[in-house]
C-alpha cells in the first residue's frame, strides 16, 4: 500500500473519531426508562402500596393519566423533577439525572398512549 493512501486513510478515520466525539458520541447510551421506572418509580406507579396511599397514577391506567397526558412530557418530568403535592421531589431518587427521570416519564405514558 503507498504511503499516500495510508495518509488518506488515517486521515478518514482521524476525521471519523473527531466527528464522533464533537457529535457527542461519548460512549453514553440513553438512559432505560423501563429501568428506571422498575428501580424508583414503580413502587407507587404499579398501584401497589406506594400508590394507594399518594394516590399515583396508576402506569398504563387511561383513566388514572387522562388529565395528566395533555400536559406533555416536558411539563410532567419538571413537575417530576420539582415534586408534587404527594410526589417527593426528583420521585424520591436524588442521584436521578434529568434525562434518567425524563426517560422514566417517557416510559411510564408510552404505557397509556398505546
Known amino acids: 500500500m503507498s504511503i499516500m493512501i495510508r495518509f488518506v486513510l488515517v486521515a478518514c478515520m482521524s476525521i ?6 464533537l ?12 429501568a428506571v421506572y422498575d428501580a424508583h418509580c414503580a413502587a407507587c406507579h404499579k398501584g401497589g402500596f406506594g400508590g394507594f ?3 399515583a397514577p396508576k402506569t398504563g391506567k387511561k383513566k388514572d393519566w387522562a388529565a395528566l397526558l395533555p400536559k406533555g412530557v416536558e411539563a410532567l418530568t419538571q413537575a ?10 426528583r420521585g424520591q431518587c436524588p442521584d436521578c439525572t434529568d434525562a434518567e427521570i425524563r426517560a422514566a416519564v417517557e416510559y411510564m405514558v408510552a404505557q397509556v398512549e398505546d
Open 23 to 34: 457529535a457527542g458520541g461519548h460512549g453514553k447510551a440513553a438512559p432505560d426508562g423501563k
Open 53 to 55: 396511599f399518594t394516590g
Open 16 to 21: 471519523t473519531l473527531v466527528g464522533a466525539a
Open 80 to 89: 417530576t423533577i420539582a415534586g408534587t403535592e404527594k410526589m417527593p421531589e
